[in-house]
């Protein structure tokens, strides 16, 4: 059977949402799905997946700390394991989606991608294929003028039921990929 690991962190809910959504769209699929939050485990081999799932908000244009810390501590045990090669050859069968939540109230999008592009090396690294960066506005809980006023226009809300619907349906074609 297919498996995959969903591994997240989330503040204020939103990126948990994406998770969830993520889940159910694999899941509906016929897919093996783990979810587990960054901040609570160390103990994960990529490499026993199919598909590694990386979600996270979007912190100051980049990932929060209880992101980079567990995968600059993964990264570290894969280099010591002699599993970062020069050249980065691809290993079969092993995927990456990246998923990032972010308000963008400043400057949209690009306040976002840098999260996926960095997130993503992490498994380009290792020779996994990062299948999709994923990034999914999301309403800025706790600022009111940065959720109406921003950028993207009023985010509240978001992501909202019809948002989810569309990334479990987006789950279920990457799905095929696998
Ligand atoms: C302290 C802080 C800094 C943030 N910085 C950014 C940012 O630089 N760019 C952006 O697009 N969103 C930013 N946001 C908004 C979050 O990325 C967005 O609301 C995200 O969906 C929150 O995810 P969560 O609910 O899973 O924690 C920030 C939010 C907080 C609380």
Known sequence: MTRAVI????????TEKVAFALKDGLEAAGVN?????TTETEDID????DLVCVGSPSIQWHPPKQVTEFLLKKFDDYRKQGKIKTGAP?????????????????????EATPVGKYVGQFFEHLGFTVLDEWYVLSEFHGSEERSTKGRMGDIRGKPTEED???????????ASKL
């Open 164 to 174: 989810l619907q569309k990334i479990r349906m987006d789950a279920q074609k990457l």
């Open 46 to 49: 990529y490499f026993d997946y």
């Open 90 to 110: 691809k290993v079969p069968r092993k995927n990456a989606l990246i998923f990032c939540t972010y308000s963008g109230p400043h400057t949209g999008l690009n």
């Open 7 to 14: 591994l997240y962190w989330s503040s204020t809910g939103n």
């Open 33 to 37: 799905v783990s979810v587990i939050k």
